[in-house]
Nanobody, 116 residues
Framework: QVQLVESGGGLVQPGGSLRLSCVASGFTVSAATMSWYSQAPGKGRELVARISPSGIGKNYADSVKGRFTISRDNVKNTVYLQMNSLKPEDTAVYYC?????????WGQGTQVTVSS
């Protein structure tokens, strides 16, 4: 049974940092394309960052380039999103996604609120 559990969200001031974690079970993250998506109130779900199965290929939304970093720990079977220089417009629910063969799997989401 594939399961993704996000954590690490919270309230942070503009310019602050958070690290989100996505613990995967039922598969190995090195065998899947792993992504982080965000969904702000009233908006659709948008791709934030993606890492290839090799761990080498990484893609970021233009709005987060230079501020966010996606990474992976194969031993812990966990994917991370390091979020630096946070802005109020980063406020959203962040979801972990895995794409394995024909299927996509989603975590429950973790709330990130950037506010002074």
């Amino acid at each position: 049974q594939v399961q993704l559990v996000e954590s690490g969200g919270g309230l942070v001031q503009p310019g602050g940092s958070l690290r989100l974690s996505c613990v995967a079970s039922g598969f190995t993250v090195s065998a899947a394309t792993m992504s982080w998506y965000s969904q702000a109130p009233g908006k659709g779900r948008e791709l934030v960052a993606r890492i290839s199965p090799s761990g080498i290929g990484k893609n970021y939304a233009d709005s987060v380039k230079g501020r966010f970093t996606i990474s992976r720990d194969n031993v812990k079977n966990t994917v991370y999103l390091q979020m630096n220089s946070l802005k109020p417009e980063d406020t959203a629910v962040y979801y972990c996604n895995s794409r394995i063969s024909w299927s996509d799997y989603w975590g429950q989401g973790t709330q990130v609120t950037v506010s002074s």
